[in-house]
């Protein structure tokens, strides 16, 4: 385990339906991301929370809804998705040390949930 | 905005031999990171560099930051199948949270 736990670890579901995505870390972290990994293209950060404060969204369609109660907890609810937006969607932490000359903020991956939207 | 290429898309070595993937940035970097992915798995960090010109070894894998710190390596020597993978760069500027990372070398070791 990576500390950082995601689940469900599949979903298939309609373009009508709505789900859910959920992200715990239990590493004390102060940062946590989503990710979009699809087939032939880099990693794409979606949605960056930092101390439970959404710091970026990286021009990510409303479809996708982040949302962050607490430093330890992140979901990403679902509406209306279409067939390419199936992919690996990856859930991560840091700890962010803002103090540092350069920030170390290695990334911890969970192990993702693989959507496919029919 | 800040392009990371890394290059080759692919490659596939016979067990033993040795391996390099390279990574460039249009943009000086702050920091660089490698991660590594194995099939069907989730990336996990291997190393960060920061210092121009910085080389770490880990084991059997060497990694370098470049002098201009726009590019960076990943080298492997002798290469096993547990070396099986896709090795990510990742770049990260002097301000903000992004970390850009490149489309990956996948690596295939046949024995």
């Known amino acids: 385990e990576t500390g950082v736990t995601q689940t469900p670890r599949h979903l298939v579901m309609g373009m009508t339906n709505k789900k859910s995505l959920k992200c715990e870390q239990h590493?004390?972290?102060?940062?946590m991301y989503w990710y979009k990994q699809s087939a032939k293209k880099p990693l794409e950060l979606m949605f960056v929370?930092?101390?439970?404060?959404?710091?970026e969204n990286n021009s990510v369609p409303s479809r996708f809804s982040p949302e962050c109660p607490n430093s330890s907890h992140l979901f990403l609810h679902l509406h209306t998705l279409q067939p390419e937006d199936s992919a690996l969607y990856l859930c991560?932490?840091?700890?962010?040390?803002?103090?540092?000359?350069?920030?170390?903020?290695?990334?911890?991956f969970g192990s993702g949930t693989r959507l496919t939207v029919v | 905005g800040q392009q990371v290429m890394q290059i080759p898309q692919y490659q596939h070595v016979q067990e033993g031999e040795d391996f390099t993937t390279y990574c460039n940035s249009s943009?000086?970097?702050?920091?660089i990171q490698w991660y590594k992915q194995r099939p069907g798995g989730h990336p996990v960090f291997l190393i960060q560099?920061?210092?121009?010109?910085e080389v770490k070894k880990q084991k059997r894998l060497t990694f370098q930051f470049g002098e201009a710190k726009k590019n960076s390596s990943l080298h492997i020597t002798a290469t096993q199948t547990t070396d099986v993978g896709t090795y990510f760069c990742?770049?990260?500027?002097?301000?903000?949270?992004?970390?850009?990372f490149g489309k990956g070398t996948s690596l295939l070791v046949t024995p």
């Open positions: 943009t000086t970097l702050s920091n």
């Open positions: 929370y930092n101390f439970k404060e959404q710091t």
């Open positions: 990742a770049g990260q500027r002097n301000s903000g949270y992004a970390l850009n």
């Open positions: 590493l004390g972290h102060n940062a």
């Open positions: 560099l920061v210092k121009s010109g």
């Open positions: 991560a932490s840091s700890q962010d040390e803002w103090g540092m000359a350069v920030p170390y903020m290695a990334r911890t």
